[in-house]
Structures are given as C-alpha cells and as structure tokens.
C-alpha cells in the first residue's frame, strides 16, 4: 500500500515536471506539485448538539461487562523466573541477528504487525481509550461553541489560542478513527455528555484535568497490552494528548510542567473520573469491564484562579476531577487581575506561583459518597467498591504512591496531611494535577503494579497540588 502510494506520487510529481498546464512557480524553484495520495476517512462523528445530565428512562442493562470471575484480587508473587537473569553489565550476550540489531526485544522478529486487539485486556483498555477521545473531540468543539470571542478574551486567550483548541478537537478525530480501526465493527461511538463548568476558567480547568486522566489511564496500561503493535500505535497518539494536558495547564496560568515523571494509573480509575460526565451513548454500545470507585469531594481542592490556591473552601463544581469554581473568587484574590510576577495568572508559556497550591504539611479535607449509585451512560453503571471503611489516603503522583492516614473519619469524611515525598532529591513528588485516592490498606505498590492497588481502593479523586 505504503509502495503504492509513494509511486503514484513520484508519478504525478513527474507529470506535474513535464506538464504545461502546471502553475509557474519562480520562487522558491523547488517547490513542486504533486497529487495528495488517497486520504483515509475519519470515523463518523457530529458536533454533539444536546448537552446535559440524563433524563431518559431507566436503563435496559446496567453494570459493567463481566463474565466468570475467578477470584476476589490477583495475589501478589514475587518476580518471575528470569527477572535477574540479564546480567546489564553493557556487553553483548546474544548474536545479532543482523547488523547493528541487538538480540532480543519483543515484536522484532521480521512478524508483520497487524495492529489487532489480542486479548480481553487490550480490546477493554482500547475501548475505555476510545470512550476518552470521543468526550476530548467534544469537549473542545463544545467549549468553542459554548463561550463568546470576548469570554475567552476575558480569561486572556485569543482567537490563536481558540484555534489551538479547534486544532486539538481535530486531533481527537484521528485518535478516534485509529483507534475504532484497530477494534473493528463494535468500537464504541461517540456519546452525549455533560461538563461541571460555566465559564472559560472553569473549562479549562476541567480540560486540564480531563485530559491528566486520560493521559495516565493509558500510560497505567500501556506496558501492559499484550498487542505491542497496538501499542505502539496508542503511544503515538497519547503523545499528543500529554501535550494537550500541558497547553490546557499554559492556558490556565499554571506552570507547565512541575513533575520529573508523568504518573500511570490502572483503567477503572479514568473510568471513575470520565464516566460521569457521559450522559448518554447510542443503542447496542459496546459496554465497558472496568469499575467506577464512589465519588470523592476534596472540600479545600487548591482553586488554580486565586493569587493563594492554597485558600480554598468548597471551591469545585463537583466530585470526581473536583474542577475548579470562580463564583467565590473575589478580584483582589483573582490571579488574573494582577500582573505580579508570581502572583498572576495569565495565559503564558510559563509562570511562577509563588504561593505554591498546596505543599507538604497542607491539611486537606475529603468527603466521599457511598457505593451503589447510578453513573456514566444512560446512568447504566453503578459505583462500587471491594474496600472497607477508607483509612487512608494515597497521593498517587510521578512515581509514587504515598499513603497519609485519615484523622477524625465520620460520617463518610476525614481529614488527612499532605505528605512530604520526594521521587529524587530535588523533585518533590506531590505538585501538579494529580491523583487522590481512599484506600482501607497502605499497600506497597511501584508503577507497574498499580492496579494491584484496586481491591482496596475505595473512591478516587484528582487533586491539584500545583
Ligand atoms: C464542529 O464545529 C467546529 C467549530 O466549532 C467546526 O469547525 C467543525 O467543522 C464541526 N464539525 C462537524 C463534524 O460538524
Ligand atoms: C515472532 O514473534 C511473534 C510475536 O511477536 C510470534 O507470534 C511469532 O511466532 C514469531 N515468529 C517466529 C518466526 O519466531
Ligand atoms: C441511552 O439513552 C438514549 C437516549 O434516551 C437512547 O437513545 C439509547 O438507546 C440509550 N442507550 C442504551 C445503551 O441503552
Ligand atoms: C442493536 O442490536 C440489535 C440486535 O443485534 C439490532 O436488531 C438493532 O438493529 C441494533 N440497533 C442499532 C441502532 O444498531
Ligand atoms: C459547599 O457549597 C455548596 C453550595 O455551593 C453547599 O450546598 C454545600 O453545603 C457546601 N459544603 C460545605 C462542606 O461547605
Ligand atoms: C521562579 O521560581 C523559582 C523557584 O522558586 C525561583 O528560583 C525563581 O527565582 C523564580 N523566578 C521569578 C522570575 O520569579
Ligand atoms: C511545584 O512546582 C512548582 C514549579 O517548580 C514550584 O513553584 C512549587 O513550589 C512546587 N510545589 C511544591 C509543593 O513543591
Ligand atoms: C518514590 O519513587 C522513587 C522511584 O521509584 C523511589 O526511589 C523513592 O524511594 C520513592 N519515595 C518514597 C518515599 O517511597
Ligand atoms: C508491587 O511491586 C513491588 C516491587 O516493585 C512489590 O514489592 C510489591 O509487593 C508489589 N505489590 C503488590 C500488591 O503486589
């Protein structure tokens, strides 16, 4: 295919060489025409036109996709059998199996990729993926739609910045149409939904933070697929996504990038935080495997539009990504109605908080919902949780996961402390969007293994610690 397109390009780049009727062009004299080789359809999708919670009847199928479950959790083992086998001393161990190609390595055995699903795990991980891109494309288009010229110009982004966001809505469109092509015939569609904001800051707080858990759910699973072409494919759109995260937080005022490592999370925790803001999805869409944890309310969520974040009392629109309100922001606490260098907020490549959003030693006051209730599309699933009464709460952030117990817990609320962690000596691990999570255990888990975390998660929320 790839030699057949090359060809008829070198074919009409020839015919354009030698053919009069093809435009003079004197400057620069390299320029030349040639035809567009076939351009590949998009998946259909619509600007989604109805916004808003569900108010349909009830649903005809409710809970997640499941079939025989074998056992409660996983058991934890230790390291298989040739973990340490490798002796990673810088010498060759194996021949080459062609010049300047080393031995070993997965997917490099001359097989051609195929890019299909090869498991329950890939298709289910694909699918939540996808169910991600199709809210992203409408999220950008519904924001463009929904604010005037002047209220983006009020939260100081121009009509440039505008078409950034347009541009990144049409991104959402290739992602959507790579990924429904490697699941073939039943790839979830697009869907209705509904967003927790209703102005520009608040929407971009939420794009920020919608598109942090996008960006961690895949980087949670991606090692993890067994279809390694298939992954490939994914890393090269979440590679996008990661700088869509970036561009929201620039918009937002925020430093862009306060972290050394992104973090990854396991699937149902970007389930959690996406489903809710699904309203409704088409008859016979392919339904989900992955779990959605109760919802938790961060009641001093840092609130990224005050000159001090840190301020905040019952300052988000909601539970699950907590985004952020402006109603209680007085001017004189506005960060953007100051130009101090490290107190404004303005639109930038980069700024300075110097009163940081939150900071080891921050007490912070969680809230959090029962399990049972009706989320996601149609209200079809329903939230649920295999831990007992939380104890503590996991800072869940680049490489870690660091537990804080929880103090004074009643009546479905605690209070607990920021941690003081570091990844490596100069990185405080806890800054930017970032993930809290209840738990009812502390257990030990590394990047890798951090769904392992799952039977004893009891409810997760973002939290924005810078
Ligand atoms: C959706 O709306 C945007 C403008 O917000 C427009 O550029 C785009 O063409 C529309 N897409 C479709 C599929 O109608
Ligand atoms: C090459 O590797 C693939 C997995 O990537 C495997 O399915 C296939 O059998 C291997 N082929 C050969 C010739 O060893
Ligand atoms: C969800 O609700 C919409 C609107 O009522 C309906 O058209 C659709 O068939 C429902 N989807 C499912 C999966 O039940
Ligand atoms: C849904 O699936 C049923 C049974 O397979 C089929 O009869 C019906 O046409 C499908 N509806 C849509 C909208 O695809
Ligand atoms: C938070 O504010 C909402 C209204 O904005 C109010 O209903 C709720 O009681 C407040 N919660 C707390 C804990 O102050
Ligand atoms: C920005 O913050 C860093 C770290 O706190 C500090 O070293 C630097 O001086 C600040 N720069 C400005 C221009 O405020
Ligand atoms: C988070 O990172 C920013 C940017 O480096 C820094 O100004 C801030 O102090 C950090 N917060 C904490 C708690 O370390
Ligand atoms: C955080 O993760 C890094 C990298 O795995 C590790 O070296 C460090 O010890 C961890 N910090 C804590 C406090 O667990
Ligand atoms: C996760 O992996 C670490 C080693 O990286 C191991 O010590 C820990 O026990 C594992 N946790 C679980 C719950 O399996």
């Keep these: 295919m790839v030699g057949q397109h090359r060809l008829a390009a070198i074919a009409a780049l020839l015919f354009a060489a030698s053919?009069?009727?093809?435009?003079?062009?004197?400057?620069?004299?390299?320029t030349l025409f040639s035809a567009a080789a076939t351009v590949p359809p998009t998946v259909s999708h619509t600007n989604v036109t109805s916004h808003g919670p569900y108010d349909g009847p009830p649903p005809t199928t409710t809970g997640a996709l499941s079939t025989e479950v074998l056992a409660p959790s996983i058991p934890a083992l230790p390291p298989g059998p040739d973990a340490y086998k490798y002796p990673s001393d810088g010498q060759l161990h194996g021949a080459q199996p062609a010049p300047y190609t080393p031995s070993g390595g997965l997917g490099t055995n001359g097989s051609a990729p195929v890019y299909r699903m090869l498991s329950d795990?890939?298709?289910?991980?694909?699918?939540?993926?996808?169910?991600?891109?199709?809210?992203?494309?409408?999220?950008?288009?519904?924001?463009?739609?929904?604010?005037?010229?002047?209220?983006?110009?009020?939260?100081?982004?121009?009509?440039?910045?505008?078409?950034?966001?347009?541009?990144?809505?049409?991104?959402?469109?290739?992602?959507?149409?790579?990924?429904?092509?490697?699941?073939?015939?039943?790839?979830?569609?697009?869907?209705?939904?509904n967003y927790p904001v209703t102005n520009v800051r608040e929407y971009i707080d939420f794009c920020q933070k919608l598109t942090r858990f996008g960006e961690s759910g895949v980087y949670g699973f991606l090692n993890h697929l067994n279809a390694r072409d298939v992954g490939q494919m994914l890393l090269q759109s979440i590679s996008t996504e990661a700088r869509q995260q970036m561009v929201f937080r620039q918009f937002q005022g925020l430093f862009p990038m306060p972290v050394w490592f992104e973090v990854g999370t396991p699937q149902s925790w970007a389930w959690t935080l996406l489903a809710p803001y699904i309203s409704s999805c088409p008859e016979n869409q392919t339904r989900l495997i992955w779990q959605n944890f109760p919802a938790v309310y961060i009641l001093n969520q840092p609130n990224p539009v005050r000159v001090n974040g840190a301020d905040a009392w019952n300052e988000t629109t909601g539970p699950w990504t907590n985004t952020l309100s402006t109603q209680d922001v007085d001017v004189e606490d506005d960060c953007l109605a100051t130009d101090e260098v490290g107190e404004g907020c303005h639109p930038a490549v980069t700024n300075n908080r110097s009163a940081p959003l939150s900071y080891a030693g921050r007490q912070v006051f969680l809230k959090w919902d029962d399990p049972g209730q009706a989320v996601g599309p149609n209200n079809s699933y329903v939230t649920d949780t295999t831990a007992g009464t939380p104890a503590f709460a996991a800072w869940v952030t680049q490489l870690n996961v660091t537990y804080s117990p929880l103090q004074d817990v009643k009546d479905n609320s605690a209070w607990t402390v920021q941690p003081d962690v570091s990844t490596y000596a100069g990185d405080p691990a806890i800054n930017g969007t970032m993930f809290l999570v209840l738990t009812d255990e502390d257990i030990y888990v590394t990047p890798f293994n951090i769904s392992m975390m799952n039977p004893h998660v009891y409810g997760v929320a973002l939290y924005q610690a810078g």
């Excluded at 053919?19 to 390299?30: H, K």
């Excluded at 347009?166 to 015939?185: D, K, R, S, Y």
């Design 19 to 30: 053919s009069d009727a093809v435009p003079v062009v004197s400057e620069p004299t390299t």
């Design 121 to 193: 795990f890939d298709y289910e991980s694909i699918a939540l993926a996808l169910y991600q891109e199709y809210i992203e494309l409408d999220l950008f288009h519904w924001g463009l739609a929904t604010f005037s010229e002047q209220d983006f110009e009020d939260a100081g982004l121009t009509a440039q910045d505008r078409y950034l966001i347009q541009f990144m809505a049409e991104q959402e469109v290739g992602h959507a149409t790579l990924l429904t092509n490697m699941l073939g015939p039943q790839a979830p569609r697009q869907c209705t939904y």
